[in-house]
T-cell receptor, first 115, second 110 residues
Framework: DAGVIQSPRHEVTEMGQEVTLRCKPI?????LFWYRQTMMRGLELLIY????????DSGMPEDRFSAKMPNASFSTLKIQPSEPRDSAVYFC?????????????FGDGTRLSIL | RKEVEQDPGPFNVPEGATVAFNCTYS??????FFWYRQDCRKEPKLLMS???SGNEDGRFTAQLNRASQYISLLIRDSKLSDSATYLC???????????FGTGTRLQVFP
């Protein structure tokens, strides 16, 4: 069975550039989550969608970050312009949803380095 | 106060040892509880759910104490392959959100 698929696996870019991270959730899962993980702050929830609708974006750091989910099988997280402090591992996760606190399944993550 | 608190460790134990991790959570309305495992430079993976009556999966035993808002994970007969970070996770009541602790690092040595 295909799990959550993220791309790219690694991204190195210079500050000021636009960065787009992509995620394909597990088929049939209704909730999708974007997380950021750093040594200092651990795993932070940035935003989550249910049935393609953003439900809670209170974790999005600032206006430079935006996320979309145009359909049930695809989501993007965009950073524009990127800054060195955005360097982190970004995970996408999905779950069946329905407000039932079911376990989330994570993708392999995107390791982002902003120079 | 953090919503989910764990001792960061590291816990350094020899192979064959029994080790226990504890976790406390702040929201008494929480209904779902999990332990996740995260290997170095990998994604978090579900280890086991935690049920009110306690549950066991092989060498792993999880327990929940709702009155004290406390969750535990016991690993018996530790293996080298158990070396990882163990994340305590609590469901945010009424939503799909999960609240992750910062993790407890375990290192099993020969």
């Amino acid at each position: 069975d295909a799990g959550v698929i993220q791309s790219p696996r690694h991204e190195v870019t210079e500050m000021g550039q636009e960065v787009t991270l992509r995620c394909k959730p597990i088929s049939g899962h209704n909730s999708l989550f974007w997380y950021r993980q750093t040594m200092m702050r651990g795993l932070e929830l940035l935003i989550y969608f249910n049935n393609n609708v953003p439900i809670d974006d209170s974790g999005m750091p600032e206006d430079r970050f935006s996320a979309k989910m145009p359909n049930a099988s695809f989501s993007t997280l965009k950073i524009q312009p990127s800054e060195p402090r955005d360097s982190a591992v970004y995970f996408c996760a999905s779950s069946p949803g329905l407000n039932s606190n079911q376990p989330q399944h994570f993708g392999d993550g995107t390791r982002l380095s902003i120079l | 106060r953090k919503e989910v608190e764990q001792d960061p460790g590291p816990f350094n134990v020899p192979e064959g040892a029994t080790v226990a991790f504890n976790c406390t959570y702040s929201n008494s309305a929480s209904q779902s509880f999990f332990w996740y495992r995260q290997d170095c430079r990998k994604e978090p993976k579900l280890l086991m759910s935690v049920y009110s009556s306690g549950n066991e999966d092989g060498r792993f035993t999880a327990q929940l104490n709702r009155a004290s808002q406390y969750i535990s994970l016991l690993i018996r007969d530790s293996k080298l392959s158990d070396s990882a970070t163990y994340l305590c996770v609590v469901g945010d009541f009424g939503t799909d959100k999960l609240i992750f602790g910062t993790g407890t690092r375990l290192q099993v040595f020969p």
